[in-house]
């Protein structure tokens, strides 16, 4: 079996939520299993996931996983700092080059439907690109990236997650997670062969 890593933060639960359908997608594809991790979180007031979620991150996880799903809620139209932070203790992978000509993709969850989907993905593609991964987008050929009346974005998925953080997760929200996770394991065992 061929590990691909979902990492994710989620304070609130949205991203999780998100990450799981993104591994739903993942382990529909032959030979692929999704393995899923968190980072801790770093400001006193933010609610931790990995005691009840998945465990954390580690360096290895990068190293060994053929790709990676990166899942960040939008903070400010950009990637929360936990994640960050874990991305800022990457340099000795860096400096081997240890994640180039692996493929990656992302995705994000917004408390207001403009309020920096788009920017939170484009800003977390950035270290990857440092890192020389492959970027793995999400195409038009998804039905419901035109469909959709909430997220979905051909940079990566995303979720409407309203003021209050409660909105349910859409179909078309759904189906292009899934679509996702499914695109990047297919790809990530193409370049592996
Ligand atoms: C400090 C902070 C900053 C945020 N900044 C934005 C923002 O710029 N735009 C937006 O639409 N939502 C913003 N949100 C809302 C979250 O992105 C949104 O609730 C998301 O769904 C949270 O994901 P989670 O439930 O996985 O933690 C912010 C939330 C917090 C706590």
Request: glycine share 12%.
């Amino acid at each position: 079996m061929a590990d691909l890593l979902v990492l994710y933060y989620s304070s609130g639960g949205s991203l999780r939520r998100m990450a799981e359908l993104v591994a739903d997608g993942i382990e529909r594809v032959p030979g692929a299993r999704a393995r899923m991790r968190t980072v801790s979180r770093l400001a006193k007031n933010e609610t931790p996931t990995a005691e009840s979620g998945p465990p954390y991150a580690e360096l290895g996880d990068l190293e060994e996983c053929l790709g990676l799903a990166l899942g960040s809620p939008t903070r400010f139209g950009n990637m929360a700092a936990p994640l960050k932070a874990f991305w800022d203790g990457t340099g000795l992978l860096w400096q081997r080059g240890a994640l180039a000509g692996k493929p990656a993709c992302v995705f994000t969850s917004t408390g207001a439907l403009h309020g920096g989907q788009e920017t939170t993905l484009l800003s977390m593609m950035l270290p990857l690109l440092h890192h020389g991964m492959l970027i793995v987008g999400l195409p038009y050929t998804q039905p419901e990236l035109n469909a959709t009346r909430s997220g979905g974005t051909p940079y990566g998925a995303s979720h409407f997650a309203g003021v209050a953080d409660d909105e349910p997760v859409t179909d078309a929200e759904r189906a292009l997670c899934v679509a996702q996770g499914k695109r990047l394991a297919e790809i990530a065992l193409k370049l592996a062969r």
